[in-house]
T-cell receptor, first 114, second 115 residues
Framework: GDSVTQMEGPVTLSEEAFLTINCTYT??????LFWYVQYPGEGLQLLLK?????DKGSNKGFEATYRKETTSFHLEKGSVQVSDSAVYFCALSDQGAGSYQLTFGKGTKLSVIP | GAGVSQSPSNKVTEKGKDVELRCDPISGHTALYWYRQSLGQGLEFLIY????????KSGLPSDRFSAERTGGSVSTLTIQRTQQEDSAVYLC?????????????FGSGTRLTVV
């Protein structure tokens, strides 16, 4: 079945540090890939997405590139801020398996300290 | 409404009691999803409603769990004879269509604690 594996947290960074959160996936079809963010006490919000190989999703300074050859969708940001502290979830939807369902990773908690 | 609304935000119940969790999706969204978020387990798909079609219940963990969606809008997730392992955050999401490429909008969730 489909699965998403993302790096274990928690991750603690100083403000303005570079962020990478690794995400790899397995899928039977040709999935679309997503990053969601959950700020404390809030629901999940779509951060960015990519629907085909080599696409780059970007939003709020975050980027992730769909790499089919390595089945990866790593999240990056050049300079994190305290306000980026949240839990980040990598997810996929598998068009071949029914695109309505998202399969999530376990989440990575990011804490940014001033 | 402007977002997906869930109630209650927190629920503490005694083991063996029944609970009902409510989700009010964004107006006009035809698709509605329930997920469960357990500590350290990520998000687990529970059930999916799309318009008037029969729901996909393949993610419900046991027959103690059921859900309905009335009039294509509000949904209620019911857990009967709650157990401690049911403690989790239950998240509802909605979207314009059944395809997740349109993006889900999630509610803030109901934190259920079974004591």
């Amino acid at each position: 079945g489909d699965s998403v594996t993302q790096m274990e947290g928690p991750v603690t960074l100083s403000e303005e540090a570079f962020l990478t959160i690794n995400c790899t996936y397995t899928a039977t079809g040709y999935p679309s890939l997503f990053w969601y963010v959950q700020y404390p006490g809030e629901g999940l919000q779509l951060l960015l997405k990519a629907t085909k190989a080599d696409d780059k999703g970007s939003n709020k300074g975050f980027e992730a590139t769909y790499r089919k050859e390595t089945t990866s969708f790593h999240l990056e940001k050049g300079s994190v801020q305290v306000s980026d502290s949240a839990v980040y979830f990598c997810a996929l939807s598998d068009q071949g398996a029914g695109s309505y369902q998202l399969t999530f990773g376990k989440g990575t908690k990011l804490s940014v300290i001033p | 409404g402007a977002g997906v609304s869930q109630s209650p935000s927190n629920k503490v119940t005694e083991k063996g009691k029944d609970v009902e969790l409510r989700c009010d999706p964004i107006s006009g969204h035809t698709a509605l999803y329930w997920y469960r978020q357990s500590l350290g387990q990520g998000l687990e798909f529970l059930i999916y409603f799309q318009g008037n079609s029969a729901p996909d219940k393949s993610g419900l963990p046991s027959d103690r769990f059921s859900a309905e969606r009335t009039g294509g809008s509000v949904s209620t997730l019911t857990i009967q004879r709650t157990q401690q392992e049911d403690s989790a955050v239950y998240l509802c999401a909605s979207s314009f269509s059944g395809g997740s490429n349109y993006g889900y909008t999630f509610g803030s969730g109901t934190r259920l604690t079974v004591v």
